[in-house]
């Protein structure tokens, strides 16, 4: 059985269509958009697997990146650290990502690898140890495809693409400039090619003349 919320999204969804198709009388367009708005609001089913312990999980976040209390616990539990079991808050920016990868890539799993990190050993400096980076893949969708769409629409992050281990790093950092990186044979391997590309601004739309035009 679908969630309570869940349903109720689809039927909002379903209603804004039908009410902008079917009405007899057109309905002012402010009404389609406010139901439209609020759609976008509504908290956001999150499809998890934790590809360490083979445990699925579904988590609801918002536009904000905030979930509900018992949620918000549920989130800290899943993404604890691997090595000492000890759990944080996870960073609001940095879940609010993962809802939009979520949204983004719509009917997938996002399948994590590490988020929280404590251990000895892990740098101070690590924005693990600070619970604002999510390393993560999703099955059927290329690594590099996210990779991009990430780096493209988010300032204020660090996007690590590591082919070999196969899973993308994704963190928040405010107030730091972007860092985006490649590791490969152990190595990070900063301002990779596919960072100046995702970001280069479209071509200008040339327009054909028809002959004789
Ligand atoms: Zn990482």
Same mark, same amino acid.
């Given at each position: 059985m679908l969630p309570l919320l869940i349903k109720a999204r689809l039927m909002t969804t379903a209603m804004a269509g039908w009410t902008a198709a079917a009405a007899p009388v057109p309905l002012p367009t402010g009404q389609v958009a406010l139901m439209h708005e609020a759609r976008s609001v509504a908290p956001v089913p999150v499809p998890l697997y934790d #590809?360490?312990?083979?445990v699925f999980a579904t988590v609801e976040i918002d536009h904000l990146g905030n979930s509900d209390e018992e949620t918000t616990k549920e989130i800290r539990h899943l993404f604890r650290?691997?090595? &000492?079991?000890r759990e944080r808050p996870i960073a609001r920016k940095s879940l609010l990502m993962l809802k939009d990868v979520a949204e983004q890539y719509e009917g997938r799993t996002i399948e994590f690898v590490s988020v929280y990190r404590v251990q000895?050993? #892990?740098?101070? &400096?690590?924005p693990h140890r600070d619970g604002r980076a999510i390393d993560f893949r999703i099955r059927g969708v290329q690594l590099r495809t996210i990779r991009d769409y990430l780096w493209r629409k988010y300032t204020e992050v660090g996007i690590g693409w590591y082919p070999s281990e196969q899973f993308i790093h994704m963190d928040t950092r405010p107030t730091l400039h972007d860092t985006a990186w490649t590791f490969l044979k152990g190595k990070n391997r900063y301002k990779p090619y596919w960072s100046e590309l995702a970001r280069k601004p479209p071509p200008p739309v040339v327009h054909a003349r028809r002959p004789g035009a």
């Open positions: #590809e360490n312990l083979h650290c691997r090595v &000492t079991n000895r050993g #892990e740098s101070i &400096t690590s």
